[in-house]
């Protein structure tokens, strides 16, 4: 099985309140809850997703990878090191944006408002 769309650097923040969260809303706090990670926290991000999905039947993934304040080529082999140590095959591709979510969303001057 491949898994098609990963977030690896989303792995340590699950069970964080961001699941519960609007999109937008979730997309803007994402630098906090992921940023200021140091080489070794990336590769073990990446350990832990490839974990994860073997033990689901994934032998392949494609990861979107996103790095505060823009992507790294150390970032990008750290992850790439992970996937490999674990004996999976993966495309790592990093997020970047030459726009905010807010410059490009329609309704940008829309206020979010938070529920529950």
């Known amino acids: 099985m491949v898994n098609g769309h990963v977030h690896g650097h989303g ?20 630098p906090g809850m992921t940023g200021n990670r140091t080489l070794e926290d990336k590769y073990l991000i990446g350990l832990l997703a490839a974990v994860e999905m073997i033990r689901k039947g994934c032998t392949a993934c494609y990861d979107l990878f996103f790095e505060f304040l823009l992507p790294s080529r150390n970032g990008i082999e750290a992850l790439g090191r992970a996937y490999q140590d674990a004996g999976m095959r993966a495309v790592i591709a990093p997020m970047i944006a030459d726009k905010t979510l807010y410059q490009a969303y329609l309704g940008r001057g829309a206020v979010i408002i938070l529920q529950g």
């Open 11 to 30: 792995t340590l923040a699950k069970g964080l309140v961001g699941d519960r969260w609007p999109l937008e809303l979730f997309l803007t706090a994402m």
